[in-house]
């Protein structure tokens, strides 16, 4: 972290990490000069000269292209073209969907169209203030009414608590893993515990970067508290004395709830070196990413804690027992930490309750696109795609739905007929797609389905790492094949996007190569009479 | 004392190892050979270029150079469908090279041409993504050529400089598609701190960094050129 940490201080500080501070940072850390242009060059938030003093970063990422139009960033350019002051970039998905198209002018959320977002960014209007998250309807899995029954739960345990009581709460409540994965949580915290070593990390992983996500933004600033909790019983459960949460770089509001969470968790005792006077420590840190989506994938995230090249490792081994520096490393998402301190304070049976018939347990879903209310909501799991879609006031402007993704960009859309599946894992599966997020993206019939789904190839893409050959090639050459059948050229190759998909699916080393055609070739399967697919078959599919 | 062993079979056949030994290595000794670009055993593995896949009977394929071998595993190298993804990814390289490999012009040994030939591969069936090599090429060393284009970012300079030299000269930069190797803070090969050891030379599976004809090149300035 020292060397990143020393990188994003000269960034803030001068607007630039130049060669000659990297010179010096050099000599200062005695590290060889390629290894500090490795990071400068891989991390979005760094560059080598000094910019513009007005930073207009517009998303051109599916939501936003579907809100603000596929020539949305083509548009705020040429509105500010005129301008030496304002330098505009396209960047990936800000993680507020909810806010579509959205734009972040110097880092400070903005929502509009280009005329909007000229306005405020050469100040004839004032920036404005980000919408406030709803404290009631995402309350749900916090079990405190007052700020001083803050850390019941962790208090709790210590004084009569038994840490393999908590992995089995976890498991009889049948908590998975919220950042997509799905991975039994009660499992992934025993492993950890019995992995040997005395030295343990508890890691949230708060780098929500997804298209279509945004949940994790609104439970760290409207729920901070019980992420540090979460992870505060993760590390009594597992013997870790130190955790970082790993915020993404455009979650400012986040890490100011974050951070002052953390301080009066602090000040009241629940972190430290003796929590609550009882010799157990724990000391926790937020560490803010240098930026890329990539960053999310754990062992990526990992890297770039270690001062390295935010390129997925090789599994196995897995975290659970070589993580950070090697050690046993707890690494969980924000929600799967934030629903921790309910499920130990009210019992696993509790939680299963809340959930709708057989299903067990909350959700936070982050609901987008052509939707008259989006936003993010908590809702028992079990709840139908059709119930969330009503609870945002249905399609907008009266449309008819066309296609819907469940769990944001890396999972398959799933017609309109299929709008009654339950919120679940299993049964998003068998209806053809993936639970992944919950980051529900509504498609409105008169979308071009080929736009909006070769918008999320992009995106991964774009987001590559670079590091294996099947993701920074495949994804490269998957978007040149579609690009020149929509420009109408002859195909140069009959190689087909599916073959192609393929060997990403089974070669890549991380879930991002994996995914990266999969929103496209699926709904060639899925959607066979879709006009604007039908280009591609002739001979491409 | 005796490191602990493993038992696993490879395409049908026993071995006993000891724990640790990576699957590439096992099936190695059985004279199993599982193409790889960005491995070499005097190398750290790094998994990058996949070519080494292997079916173990999960979900997805695994790169042999760095999967350790398990107790009980079953391991098939050479499947159909393990054929055919190596097959694809040698496709994927060959659509990004230049049409000339310096490699194969002078010593002849690129191993991305031969397994070309080994797939049997005459034309490459993806959009050309090396017309007019926008990936550039550093002239700038007297002794060593540098053509990004033939890069396939199989991390073994980076390595060789590294791990084998200690020259601590070589890293990746960017990102992405647009990654490619870099000197130093991104400096010439001739500006930066490289000794001219030529190990990049030396590992480099392709054109990307061959050695420079040296006839005629003099080797201190003012020798024989009349000053």
């Known amino acids: 972290m020292r060397l990143l940490k020393a990188l994003m201080a000269l960034q803030e500080s001068s607007g630039a990490v130049t060669d000659a501070s990297l010179r010096e940072l050099a000599r200062a850390e005695n590290v060889p000069l390629y290894r500090l242009q490795g990071l400068r060059s891989f991390y979005p938030v760094f560059r080598k000269e000094p910019g513009a003093p007005v930073q207009v970063q517009v998303c051109r990422d599916v939501v936003c292209r579907m809100a603000g139009g596929a020539d949305h960033c083509h548009q705020v350019r040429a509105a500010l073209s005129d301008r030496q002051d304002v330098e505009v970039t396209e960047v990936s998905c800000l993680g507020l969907c909810d806010q579509a198209p959205a734009t972040a002018i110097n880092e400070h959320p903005v929502q509009g169209t280009a005329a909007r977002i000229r306005a405020c960014a050469t100040g004839d209007q004032p920036l404005p203030d980000a919408p406030m998250p709803d404290q009631a309807e995402r309350g749900l899995t916090d079990p405190y009414r007052a700020a001083e029954e803050h850390y019941g739960s962790v208090r709790d345990l210590i004084d009569a608590g038994s840490p393999d009581a908590v992995i089995q709460a976890l498991k009889d409540a049948g908590l998975r893993g919220l950042g997509g994965a799905a991975f039994p949580t009660g499992m992934k915290w025993d492993f950890t515990r019995r992995a040997p070593g005395d030295e343990k990390y508890v890691i949230c992983n708060a780098d929500e970067s997804e298209p279509g996500t945004f949940k994790d933004r609104v439970i760290l600033e409207s729920h901070a508290h019980l992420v540090v909790e979460g992870m505060l019983i993760g590390a009594w459960v597992i013997g870790a004395r130190r955790g970082i949460v790993y915020l993404r770089h455009e979650y400012g509001r986040a890490r100011r709830a974050l951070e002052t969470a953390i301080g009066e968790a602090y000040r009241t005792g629940a972190l430290g070196e003796s929590v609550f006077g009882s010799g157990f420590a724990f000391d926790l840190e937020v560490f803010v990413s240098p930026g890329g989506y990539i960053m999310g994938e754990e062992t990526a995230l990992l890297e770039a804690l270690e001062d390295r090249r935010g390129e997925p490792r090789n599994k196995p081994p897995f975290p659970t027992n070589a993580g950070l520096y090697g050690k046993p490393t707890l690494i969980n998402n924000v929600e799967t930490f934030a629903a921790v301190p309910a499920i130990c304070r009210h019992g696993a049976d509790w939680w299963a309750a809340q959930g709708a018939g057989d299903y067990k347990g909350l959700k936070f879903v982050s609901v987008s696109g052509d939707v008259a209310r989006p936003g993010v909501h908590c809702v028992p799991w079990g709840t139908t795609a059709r119930q969330v879609l009503e609870r945002c006031g249905g399609m907008a402007d009266g449309r008819a739905l066309k296609a819907f993704s469940p769990g944001g960009a890396s999972t398959a859309f799933l017609p309109a007929d299929r709008l009654d599946t339950p919120l679940d894992f299993d049964a998003m599966q068998e209806a053809g797609s993936a639970l992944g997020t919950g980051a529900m993206v509504f498609v409105a019939e008169h979308r071009d389905l080929l736009d909006v789904t070769l918008a999320q190839v992009r995106f991964f893409r774009n987001e590559s790492c670079g590091k294996c050959v099947p993701c920074r090639i495949g994804s490269h050459k998957a978007v040149e094949m579609v690009e020149q059948v929509r420009a109408g050229a002859a195909p140069t190759t009959s190689v087909s996007l599916v073959e192609l998909h393929q060997t990403l699916a089974k070669t890549s080393i991380c879930g991002l190569g994996q995914v990266a055609l999969l929103p496209l070739v699926d709904a060639l399967r899925t959607f066979p009479d879709d006009s604007s697919l039908q280009a591609l078959k002739g001979g491409q599919a | ?227």
């Not at chain 2, 870099?182 to 090969?189: C, V, Y």
């Open chain 2, 1 to 227: 004392m005796s490191a602990e062993q493993v038992n696993l079979t490879i395409d049908g056949r026993d071995i006993s190892v000891p724990a640790g030994t990576s699957v590439w290595d096992a099936a190695r000794a059985l004279g199993i050979d599982i193409p790889a670009l960005c491995h070499d055993p005097r190398l750290r593995p790094v998994g990058a270029c996949r070519l080494c896949v292997v079916d173990t009977g999960q979900r997805n394929l695994t790169a042999a150079c760095v999967r350790p071998c398990e107790d009980g595993m079953q391991v098939v190298t050479d499947s159909a469908d393990v054929e055919r993804h190596r097959r694809m990814l040698t496709l994927m390289l060959l659509s990004e090279q230049p049409a000339e490999s310096a490699r194969e012009a002078t010593t002849g040994d690129d191993m991305l041409y031969a397994l070309a030939r080994r797939y049997g591969i005459e034309a490459v069936d993806l959009p050309d993504g090396a017309e007019g090599c926008p990936r550039g090429a550093d002239q700038s060393s007297p002794v060593i050529a540098v053509d990004h284009q033939a890069c396939i970012l199989c991390d073994r300079c980076i390595r060789g400089c590294d791990e084998i030299q200690h020259n601590n000269v070589m890293t990746r930069t960017g990102k992405g598609y647009t990654a490619r190797i870099a000197f130093d803070l991104d400096a010439a090969m001739a500006e930066s701190t490289c000794v001219s050891c030529g190990e990049c030379v030396a590992v480099c599976p392709t054109g990307a960094l061959t050695n420079k004809a040296v006839h005629g090149l003099w080797l201190r300035r003012g020798e024989g050129d009349g000053a």
